[in-house]
Nanobody, 123 residues
Framework: HVQLVESGGGSVQAGGSLRLSCAAS????????MGWFRQAPGKEREGVAS????????YSTDSVKGRFTISKDVAKNTLHLQMNNLKPEDSARYYC?????????????????WGQGTQVTVS
């Protein structure tokens, strides 16, 4: 089982930046995929970005391409999401996820481990 703890959320003005972090502990060697999802009030959870063990290119949803960058510090077992040029529609609770499987969409399978989430508000 993998434990995930997110940090780095907050409130920013449109055009600003935030960097989310997700510290992973526990049995992380089986986590082929790590990634970020988000959920805004009244909306379904959506995949934001994923990164994979083994060197495959990271994957992100179209609405954040060119603005968000996912990365992983392997030595520290920490996942990051650098978010630039934030827009009000990026406001949501952001969740870190880890899984040994993928969804057909290219994001981490939702049957894996989840963090508690961190709130991002853009005004």
């Amino acid at each position: 089982h993998v434990q995930l703890v997110e940090s780095g959320g907050g409130s920013v003005q449109a055009g600003g930046s935030l960097r989310l972090s997700c510290a992973a502990s526990g049995y992380t060697s089986n986590s082929y995929c790590m990634g970020w999802f988000r959920q805004a009030p009244g909306k379904e959870r959506e995949g934001v970005a994923s990164i994979f063990t083994g060197g495959s290119s990271p994957y992100s949803t179209d609405s954040v391409k060119g603005r968000f960058t996912i990365s992983k510090d392997v030595a520290k077992n920490t996942l990051h999401l650098q978010m630039n040029n934030l827009k009000p529609e990026d406001s949501a609770r952001y969740y870190c996820a880890a899984s040994n499987r993928l969804l057909a969409s290219g994001f981490c399978h939702t049957s894996g481990s989840w963090g508690q989430g961190t709130q991002v508000t853009v005004s």
